[in-house]
Each structure stands twice: as C-alpha cells, then as structure tokens.
C-alpha cells in the first residue's frame, strides 16, 4: 500500500499543472540590404475654397482616382457659394446639374465660413461607365453668413449640426470624363 501510495504521490505531481510560459513573438530582422515596404496610411488634406473657407479631405490609404471626380465637384460648388465661380458646373450633368446650380443659387445674398469635412470616401459601386462615390460629409464646422457684413446668422440650417452620407452617381462621358450625375442622401451611416 506503501508503494502505491508513493507512486500515486509521484503521478501526481508530474501531472500537476506547469505555470503558462508567456509568449513572446519576435520579429525577424529584415535580410541585409533590403527596404521594408511601406504600407499606405490614410493622409488628410486641406483645400482651401477662400478667405475663410476650407475643406478637409480624409483620403482612404489606397484611394481611387475616380473619388475626385466627388471631391472636386464638392470643393468647387463650395466655392461657387463664396465666389460665383462656376467651374463646378463642368463636373455635374442630367439631374445633378439643374440641383447643383439651385443649391448655389439659393444661397443668394449669403456665403459661408469654417471648414468642411469629407472621410471614409469610397467607391461602392462600378459597372461599366457608372460608379457610385459614397463619401461622409460633415459641415458643422461651418457657419451660414450674411455676405453684405460677415455675420454669422443667428439661426443655422440644420445640415450645420449633424453628419451626413452623401452618394455621386458618376457616369464616364463620351469624352472620357466623370461627371457627376446624380445625388443621394442619408443621414445614417456616418458616426464617428
């Protein structure tokens, strides 16, 4: 009984549980003469649209040529409103165009000050010479003025307090440019 008892004791303690070895994962040392590869970040950048204006773009890390077909137009309308210039007319046609040209117009005797925002720009969608640019629009840092004295009105449009989704429905002319064509919006899917 002795002996079995020693034996029981021995099993048991090789059998007891070992404490975890942490792991640790190393890195291998890049070859001699070699250049690690750089993987592409997301960069921000700052356009300005005039005096008092600016639009900050997200850029994804690998984007699309075809998102500035969106950026440009959406930079250029804004300086239609601060300016009258209406180079952004180029970049629209159909439906886009007749509601472009009504939304810079309507803003008549007033422009804007702040900066805009666009992030998480994306094409959602290609098939053939259409594609849709999603892209999150935020222009609560911007405020609603009177052109005549610089002021901000006291009363702000709603688009000034919230985030929106904003999808242009591109289309590749005949001339091999992308236009915009048409516009969707959604208040949902743009939180930060």
Not at 24 to 33: D, E, K, L, N, S
Not at 106 to 133: C, H, P
Not at 146 to 165: D, F, I, N
Request: net charge neutral.
């Amino acid at each position: 009984m002795r002996r079995v008892l020693i034996v029981f004791c021995l099993l048991a303690a090789g059998c007891a549980a070992q404490p975890d070895k942490v792991y640790t994962p190393r890195v291998a040392p890049a070859p001699a003469g070699s250049v690690a590869s750089a993987v592409p970040s997301p960069t921000t950048e700052t356009i300005e649209v005039g005096e008092k204006l600016t639009v900050q773009v997200e850029w994804p890390a690998a984007a699309d040529p075809l998102l500035k077909t969106f950026t440009d137009y959406y930079v250029d309308s804004w300086r239609a409103v601060v300016s009258g210039d209406d180079t952004y007319l180029e970049q629209v046609e159909g439906p886009a165009a007749k509601e472009s040209y009504d939304w810079v117009k309507g803003f008549g005797k007033s422009s804007v000050t702040g900066t805009a925002k666009l992030y998480a720009l994306a094409v959602s969608a290609r098939m053939g010479e259409g594609a849709q640019i999603n892209a999150c629009v935020d222009e609560t840092g911007l405020r609603l003025i009177a052109k005549s004295t610089g002021r901000a009105y006291t009363r702000q449009p709603s688009w000034t307090r919230e985030t929106y989704l904003q999808a242009a429905i591109t289309h590749r002319g005949d001339d091999g440019v992308w236009r915009v064509k048409d516009f969707r919006h959604s208040s949902e899917g743009c939180d930060r």
